[in-house]
């Protein structure tokens, strides 16, 4: 199994940028892609972004607009840019295998019990 370190993660001031990367020990094979969640105190977990094994791409609507998420595949890395960020933006952020084998992913963890560490994005004035 793949393991992901996800870094990049920051305090911001409301309309700022971040970049998160998500670094995997190897090649995240086909039908296979890599999502981003997130979870804000005192709430669920929630899925917020995805690649697929095909590079298609899928986003909440919360988000759409504002983030961007791409690949790497020579440095086994995923990044979900942040533009625009809002306080509803501040979560822990932690990035899992999903699947993803066609131009759409599945924004579950594909995988049990695949959470690392994560990320803090704080976004604050």
């Known amino acids: 199994q793949v393991q992901l370190v996800e870094s990049g993660g920051g305090l911001v001031q409301p309309g700022g940028s971040l970049r998160l990367s998500c670094a995997a020990s190897?090649?995240?094979?086909?039908?296979?892609?890599i999502g981003w969640f997130r979870q804000a105190p005192g709430k669920e977990r929630e899925g917020v972004s995805c690649?697929?094994?095909?590079?298609?791409?899928s986003y909440i609507d919360s988000v759409k607009g504002r983030f961007t998420i791409s690949r790497d595949n020579t440095k086994n890395t995923v990044y979900l840019q942040m533009n625009a960020l809002k306080p509803e933006d501040t979560a822990v952020y932690y990035c899992?295998?999903?699947?993803?084998?066609?131009?759409?992913?599945?924004?579950?963890?594909?995988?049990?019990?695949?959470w690392g560490q994560g990320t803090q994005v704080t976004v604050s004035s």
């Open positions: 690649i697929s094994a095909t590079d298609g791409t």
């Open positions: 190897g090649s995240v094979r086909f039908p296979y892609g």
């Open positions: 899992a295998t999903v699947y993803g084998p066609g131009r759409t992913c599945v924004l579950r963890p594909a995988n049990e019990n695949p």
